[in-house]
């Protein structure tokens, strides 16, 4: 998939680097208000959901992400960047 494709997928997400090295790193930040410091400990629990959250979402999205690259042997991540957040993916190259 090239960038003008995930662009067009996620209109409000910027891919920021592709690292293929003897792992694959993806990171995607966001230009948003980032996450609440309270929250980044529970970001990829299940069900999870900052406070005062305006989306109709089920809390499962960053859980799935993990769930995915753990069963790869990979990790996933999340912080806060300057603006907004940044979450990103980590995997074993396939040789």
């Not at 592709?18 to 230009?31: A, K, P, Y």
């Not at 999870?48 to 999205?61: D, E, M, V, W």
Request: hydrophobic share 45%; glycine share 12%.
């Amino acid at each position: 998939m090239d960038v003008e494709a995930l662009d067009a997928l996620l209109p409000a997400a910027q891919l920021v680097h592709l690292r293929l090295l003897e792992w694959v790193e993806l990171h995607v930040l966001d230009h948003g208000s980032g996450f609440a410091d309270d929250y980044l400990p529970h970001a990829f629990e299940r069900f999870s959901r900052p406070t005062g959250s305006r989306s109709g979402g089920a809390g499962l999205g960053l859980a799935l992400v993990e769930a995915v690259a753990r069963a790869h042997g990979g990790q996933a991540g999340a912080a806060n960047a300057e603006p907004g957040a940044d979450v990103w993916l980590t995997l074993r190259r396939a040789s």
